[in-house]
């Protein structure tokens, strides 16, 4: 069955095995981060066979699937009051920002006397979450250690994510004076600074880094090989997962719609190039399952025309090949066509062993 993400786990493995021996030879914590797989439990096998002692995602749904998993399991998103109860029940450490979740955090988990952890998360510049004031995050801590089945294990940030902010020594450095601040003013220890994604690969080696960095997140590195803006990370391996789709349809047609035009499925005045009659071929794929924009043929001589809720349609007059209907097309994908056709439904996923 097509449409068909396929994913190439021993390629992943060694990608996984060198992730872990850069960062044990940093002393960096490697958390590997599972959410493009969507719940998939051979990938969460795959970085654990590979050395990697703690599983993240943004969904408790998916790390309730991984409960059988002897490993240590992160939640990544800051959870809804309205599953702490799965949240504590389902996995180790949260990173979190809002007092009132803490709180709701401890309650689940005196409930079944759990000592849970949580890593407060620092608003370093992405504005996505996170603390940014610091008066109050000095009454966030104070607050914090009074609970009795709550454990702060440490501070983390973001970056690259929704403000596209990078990653810097500057902004690094300073999460870890805050560390020693929190420390000496609430004689505390704070083990852990989670310094965020693949993007911190950039920076791992610059001597000016303080060392209190010691934990990184990363899933992209991983399964895809990329690090700061999709750039492959030249000592891992990329291309681990393609989409493959089948042909419904190949036949010769104008390439400019004939007749008045109104506006396409998604509300847009479309504009065409009339270059005459093209032969076309339709897979079935649709915007419900990945934006065309996020894929790239691997074949040379084939082009993405559009897409509708259910169809893709593609120029194949320049293709040197045979191809017929049942024929099958292979794309190479971006992180968000992997992640929303990893969690489609009408996606088959494969995996290469």
């Known amino acids: 069955m097509y449409p068909k993400l396929i994913w190439n786990l021993p390629r992943i493995k060694t990608n996984c095995q060198i992730m872990v021996q850069e960062c044990t030879t940093r002393n960096l914590d490697l958390v590997g981060v599972v959410k493009l797989g969507a719940g998939q439990e051979k990938i969460v096998s795959t970085l654990i ?26 939640l990544l998103r800051l959870p809804m ?12 450490c949260v990173l979190v920002s809002e007092l009132a979740t803490i709180k709701a955090l401890n309650q689940a988990a005196q409930i079944i006397n759990k000592k849970f952890e ?12 996170g603390l940014w004031d610091e008066a109050l995050i000095f009454q966030t801590v104070k607050a914090v ?16 994510c929704f403000g596209a902010t990078v990653p810097t020594v500057k902004k690094l450095n300073q999460l870890a004076n805050l560390k020693q601040q929190l420390e000496q003013h609430f004689n505390i220890m704070l083990p852990i600074i ?8 950039k920076i791992w080696d610059n001597p000016q880094l303080d060392r209190a960095i010691n934990q990184i997140r990363s899933g992209t590195s ?19 997962l393609w989409l493959e789709a089948e042909i419904i349809e190949l036949q010769t047609k104008p390439s400019a719609s004939i007749g008045a035009r109104g ?15 093209r032969v076309k071929a ?31 349609i593609l120029d194949v007059a320049d293709y040197q090949e045979q191809l017929a209907v049942g024929s099958i097309i292979k794309f190479k994908t971006t992180y968000l066509a992997n992640l929303m056709l990893g969690t489609s439904c009408y996606v088959q996923k494969e995996f290469l062993e």
Not at 52 to 73: E, G, P
Not at 81 to 92: A, F, G, K, P, R
Not at 194 to 199: A, K, Q, T, V
């Open 145 to 160: 250690l009074s609970l009795s089945h709550i454990k702060l294990t440490g501070l983390g940030t973001n970056f690259a």
């Open 81 to 92: 009051l309205s599953e702490v109860t799965m949240v504590v029940n389902n996995s180790d």
């Open 282 to 312: 339709i897979i079935a794929l649709g915007r419900q399952d990945c934006p065309f924009e996020e894929l790239t043929p691997f074949e040379k001589g084939i082009t993405i025309l559009g897409q509708s809720s259910d169809h893709t």
């Open 263 to 277: 506006l396409d499925a998604f509300g847009r005045v479309k504009e065409f190039d009339d270059v005459g009659n």
């Open 222 to 240: 991983l399964l895809m090989g990329l690090g700061l803006n999709d750039e492959p990370i030249p000592f891992l391996q990329q291309d681990n």
């Open 118 to 129: 949580i890593i407060l998360i620092i608003e370093t510049g992405d504005i996505r979450e």
């Open 194 to 201: 989670s310094c965020g994604n693949s993007s911190h690969i």
């Open 49 to 74: 066979e590979s050395g990697i002692k703690t599983i993240a995602d943004s969904r408790i749904l998916n790390l309730q699937q991984f409960v059988h998993f002897t490993v240590r399991k992160m």
